[in-house]
């Protein structure tokens, strides 16, 4: 079961307006990334080893999951999945608005978001968006550069 989508009010009107949404969850902060051998078979004796990238996970534990692997364990759910799409309201509570379709998720430290994607995630600049992350996330602060599960959301139909 995944979780619900829980957008404040400036998110929530740029998923209404362009009709996505681009969300960055954090997976957490000094994940060790690694190039790691693929599980395919090697072609030919003189090509090297196919490789997937990955990351230490937990951060300090030693164990070493590719980015697919933690793409499948992104919360909110997988490409395809509807999900449930709530405003959020004082005191920590949210209220149902609508439902709304994945349509990506991938993994990505948080340094490689572009001008573009901020505004695609309802900001106008990089101080906003670092801004309202480091309020949103205080464990996995922006100069931590976190590593994400960036989740593109589109939507489906709202409630009234």
């Given amino acids: 079961m995944s979780l619900p989508v829980v957008l404040d009010e400036q998110r929530a009107r740029q998923l209404d307006s362009a009709g996505r949404i681009i969300l960055r969850i ?18 030919s004796l003189f090509d090297l080893a196919p490789t997937e990238r990955g990351y230490e996970w937990p951060a300090g534990s030693g164990v070493f999951v590719t980015s697919q692997e933690l793409v499948a364990q992104c919360p909110i759910g997988q490409a395809g999945d509807c999900v449930d799409v709530n405003l959020l309201q004082g005191f920590s509570r949210s ?17 490689l978001i572009s001008d573009t994607t901020i505004r695609a995630e309802g900001y106008e600049n990089w101080t906003e968006y670092a801004f ?29």
Avoid: T
């Fill in 26 to 43: 954090p997976i957490g902060v000094g994940l060790a990334q690694r190039q790691m051998v693929a599980r395919g078979e090697q072609q």
């Fill in 95 to 111: 209220k149902p608005v609508g439902k709304a379709r994945i349509a990506a998720v991938k993994v990505e430290p948080l340094e």
């Fill in 132 to 160: 309202h992350w480091n309020q949103r996330y205080p464990g996995a602060p922006w100069d931590f550069d976190p590593v994400c599960w960036v989740a593109e959301i589109c939507q489906s139909s709202l409630a009234s």
